[in-house]
């Protein structure tokens, strides 16, 4: 019977889009929303996955209380079950993430991100609930027909916003492209390597032919 209710709970999770996980998952995690249930601690929830929310639940509320706690946090964010998207309105994008930002990743990685970035919606979508960016800087992203043309100006914007907005990013798109995120995390890391390398090489050459002279 548990099997049943969780299969239903993870249909329900899986046809919400990634952001809209996260408000669940947010509001899952505030007690002042959920006065009739305990909240779950917020570090239990840091995966974005239906499937592991869904687990999370099961375990925190059993079969016969999950359902409604999740009737309970649709209805508080959007009403009548459906999670109406939230505009202008700040919403923490993952409750204490794991996710550590690489200093001077968007910059160093901009070329990367603008030609292989597939879904800067979500992205977009987080940058406005934390009030990043507003609804006429959206508007002008989307008129770009082209994704990669979109890419150009949002990770440049994201650049001329600062670190606040390169920090979401990082957690978006980590979210979004986990696999991206990793690769270019690692190509980052692997340019820092050899250009310390190169670096120190250049220096001992100088000194060999210093002493040579």
């Known amino acids: ?3 049943g209710k969780e299969d239903v709970l993870l249909w329900e999770l899986s046809k919400l889009p990634l952001v809209e996980l996260w408000r669940i998952q947010w509001g899952l995690s505030q007690s002042d929303l959920l006065q009739d249930f305990p909240p779950i601690p917020p570090r239990w929830l840091r995966s974005a996955d239906a499937c592991s929310t869904a687990k999370t639940m099961m375990r925190c509320y059993q079969e016969d209380r999950a359902p409604a706690v999740l009737a309970a946090v649709q209805s508080l964010i959007g009403g009548n079950h459906q999670v109406r998207p939230v505009r202008f309105t ?3 994008l ?3 993430s794991d996710l550590k930002p690489v200093q001077g990743f968007v910059k160093t990685q901009r070329r990367k991100l603008i030609s292989r970035i597939q879904r800067p919606g979500p992205i977009l979508e987080a940058l406005q609930c934390c009030r990043i960016l507003n609804a006429s800087e959206r508007e002008a ?4 027909g082209a994704c990669k043309d979109r890419n150009r100006v949002l990770v440049d914007l994201v650049l001329r916003k600062g670190e606040e907005a390169q ?3 990082y957690h978006a798109l980590g979210q979004s492209e986990p696999f991206l995120l990793q690769e270019l995390k690692e190509d980052h890391i692997r340019d820092k390597v050899c250009f310390c390398h ?5 220096k001992f050459r100088g000194n060999v032919r210093s002493e040579d002279h």
């Open 1 to 3: 019977m548990e099997d």
């Open 90 to 92: 700040m919403i923490p």
């Open 94 to 96: 993952r409750p204490e």
């Open 141 to 144: 992203i989307a008129i770009y």
């Open 167 to 169: 920090k979401v990013f």
């Open 198 to 202: 190169l670096t120190v090489s250049a």
